[in-house]
């Protein structure tokens, strides 16, 4: 399994102050030589976070591990994608006064927009990931697009307060990794995934990768950023090592 290292929280560090620091190549280059398998990174309409150079410098200065580039599916991102050449974009739902992207994008209504854009990004080598609610007609929807892989929304998941409703949840994402795989499909997931809940979503042998951000983040202001990826990184690792020991 995979873990990609969302840096988008050290740039909005940075902007809380408009200054030059934390710089978030630099988080980058830390988090590949701790052991990202890739590096994500949100480039919003309002630019709250990560800036249009922090995209054009990682894309020059990571070259061992791919580069995700989150975005919503407006011209002005598939402009700067098509320049930037990510590894892979993943289309995102956005809304100006929100904290942090609420539910997964709606592909069901917009199937024929989305066919046209996504077939436009992809002229430029670059494969599509759709950020999607665990919904088995989202993922039919994602497929019909032309999506290459989805990245299953794992929100309601980890902000479930009842044991019960995280059970329920994560059987949801079972049964929608299972379909997406089973169609052809990639699979992902993220969203909320601490170093507490993240144990459960990596046991789900269908979800090939991770992205992970603000619980990296967050606690590598105690840990430093090294340890924060490792820790992740082994208890992604441990979850696939407990499913392989039950024979699942």
């Known amino acids: 399994m ?55 410098k990682i894309r020059c200065t990571i070259k061992t591990v791919p580069i995700n580039l989150e975005m919503a599916a407006t011209e002005e991102m598939k402009i700067i994608a098509q320049s930037v050449k990510p590894d892979n974009v993943t289309l995102v739902p956005e809304k100006r006064q929100e904290i942090t992207t609420e539910g997964g994008l709606e592909i069901v209504k917009n199937k024929d927009y989305l066919k046209d854009y996504i077939s436009e990004v992809k002229i430029s080598g670059i494969t599509v990931s759709l950020f999607i609610d665990p919904s088995l007609e989202q993922i039919e929807a994602s497929k019909d697009v032309g999506a290459d892989a989805i990245e299953l929304h794992t929100g309601e998941y980890a902000n479930s307060k009842d044991i019960e409703k995280a059970k329920a949840e994560i059987k949801r994402l079972e049964k929608a990794a299972q379909f997406g795989k089973k169609i052809g499909l990639k699979v992902y997931a993220g969203h909320g995934l601490t170093y507490k809940n993240v144990k459960p979503v990596a046991r789900i042998k269908e979800i090939e990768e991770l992205n992970i951000g603000h619980s990296i983040i967050a606690n590598s202001i105690f840990w430093g950023l090294p340890t924060a990826v490792k820790r992740m990184k082994r208890l992604m690792l441990e979850a696939r090592e407990e499913i392989k020991d039950k024979g699942v």
């Open 2 to 56: 995979r873990l990609g290292v969302n840096i988008d929280h050290i740039a909005t560090l940075r902007q809380a102050r408009m200054t030059d620091e934390p710089d978030p190549v630099q988080g980058a280059v830390v988090a590949v030589e701790s052991g990202a398998d890739q590096i994500t990174l949100h480039l919003r309409e309002d630019r709250r976070h990560i800036q249009d150079e922090d995209l054009f």
